[in-house]
């Protein structure tokens, strides 16, 4: 506490005089009272009314007493806290000249307090941060309140730690007289922070090359089925190719949309969607005339544990639409909203060649693949009768489980 430095206080010779003074006033008179001889009646009077003055002075002269024990042993404690406590207590002045330095200062900015005492606390802030700062404090004085600051201040070795500080205007009347700050030293808790953002960025960066370059492994499969397709003759197995091929793009392009998206864990559904059925489309476009695309697509988004399966059934249902619509054309219906925490999915089309129910149980292999992707997404399918086909698919969206 032999730091502070206050303008307006008084020594401790004096406040004992001033202490005094009544004592030494009241004894004077009653002196005086002797010396000019007066009566004895008023001697004693005035003397009752020394003694009186005494017994109050000489309690007054306790509890002072008392009361600059307690104050010495505050003093003390406050000095304990203040040496041993790691944070950094400062007073400035409104120009922010410092007054007053914790010990602590040793500790966290390696200068002896008396070495910044009477120098300006803003010479040692970042340029950078110190615009900032001045905002913040001039806020401050106008809301009578406290501000919290982060900056950069210079130590001893020259080099800028980071230190967030609470700070609040004292007044003197209505204009200001400085200010009190409380601060503390963040550097370790920075250099933390940018670590785990810095080993996030790199994970994020390492994940969307994984997606990468699986979906470059897909367009690789892809190509290898078109290149072996070109030397298959049969009708019926050019189609097979076809269909492995619709499948693994399906799957490419979960992937592509998780390297393209800003968020890893999921991606734009409904965009997915129309992109999927469009190029669908596309593939069967020259064997028919017309067909019109009815899409009704909630916006949602999926992890890539349900994206993939799901797709894979769009793709499905989609490609056997179109497989199994009349030449001159039909319309594909695709509808998917939330209802009631599950996710509905609708695919009908009109103006296709009629199929019975009991396809949903035949042995194809792409009806046994939906029936295994809707187990996979523990959802129900409902095939509703009606001219061409009307699917609907109940699901939730599957839960990530840590592989060990």
């Not at 799957?251 to 592509?256: D, K, L």
């Not at 399966?309 to 695709?334: A, D, F, H, M």
Request: proline letters at 2%.
């Amino acid at each position: 506490m032999g730091y502070l430095k206050s303008s307006y206080g008084t020594s401790k010779t004096q406040k004992d005089l001033i202490s005094y003074l009544p004592l030494i006033l009241v004894l004077f008179t009653y002196g005086l009272l002797i010396i000019t001889t007066p009566d004895e009646a008023l001697i004693w009077g005035v003397g009752i009314v020394v003694v009186m003055v005494i017994l109050r002075q000489i309690v007054s002269l306790n509890e002072i007493k008392r009361n600059k024990e307690l104050i010495s042993e505050k003093k003390e404690q406050l000095s304990f806290i203040t040496t041993n406590m790691m944070d950094l207590i400062t007073e400035s002045d409104e120009k922010g000249i410092l007054k007053y330095i914790s010990p602590s200062c040793e500790q966290v900015l390696g200068y002896a307090p008396d070495d910044l005492i009477g120098k300006s606390f803003y010479n040692l802030i970042h340029p950078d941060d110190f615009p900032e700062i001045n905002i913040n404090l001039e806020k401050a004085v106008v809301s009578q309140g406290s501000v919290r600051l982060k900056y950069r201040i210079k130590n001893a070795q020259g080099e800028y730690i980071f230190l967030e500080t609470i700070g609040k205007p004292v007044f003197d009347d209505k204009s200001v007289r400085g200010f009190i700050y409380s601060s503390r030293d963040i550097t370790e808790q920075i250099k933390s922070a940018e670590f785990v953002k810095s080993s996030l960025k790199e994970k994020e960066t390492l994940l969307r090359e994984i997606h990468h370059r699986v979906n470059n492994n897909f367009q690789i499969i892809s190509s290898l089925l078109n290149i072996q397709a070109i030397n298959v003759v049969d009708p019926g197995d050019q189609a097979l190719f076809k269909d492995s091929q619709n499948r693994v793009r399906a799957m490419a392009m979960v992937h592509e949309k998780l390297y393209q998206s800003d968020n890893l864990s999921s991606i734009d559904f409904s965009d997915y969607i129309k992109l999927l059925i469009n190029d669908l489309v596309y593939e069967y476009h020259h064997t028919l005339s017309k067909i019109e695309l009815d899409l009704d697509i909630e916006e949602i988004n999926l992890n890539i544990e349900t994206a993939v399966p799901c797709g894979l059934i769009i793709n499905e249902l989609v490609s056997n639409s179109l497989k199994n619509t009349y030449s001159s054309g039909g319309k594909i219906t695709v509808k998917m909203h939330q209802d009631d925490g599950e996710y509905v999915l609708i695919v009908r089309g009109d103006g296709i060649v009629f199929r019975e129910k009991s396809d949903l149980e035949n042995e194809t292999l792409g009806m046994t693949l939906i029936n295994s992707l809707v187990d996979q997404l523990d959802g129900d399918i409902e095939f509703l009768e009606g001219e061409g086909i009307f699917y609907k698919i109940k699901f939730q969206e599957l839960k990530y489980k840590e592989r060990l």
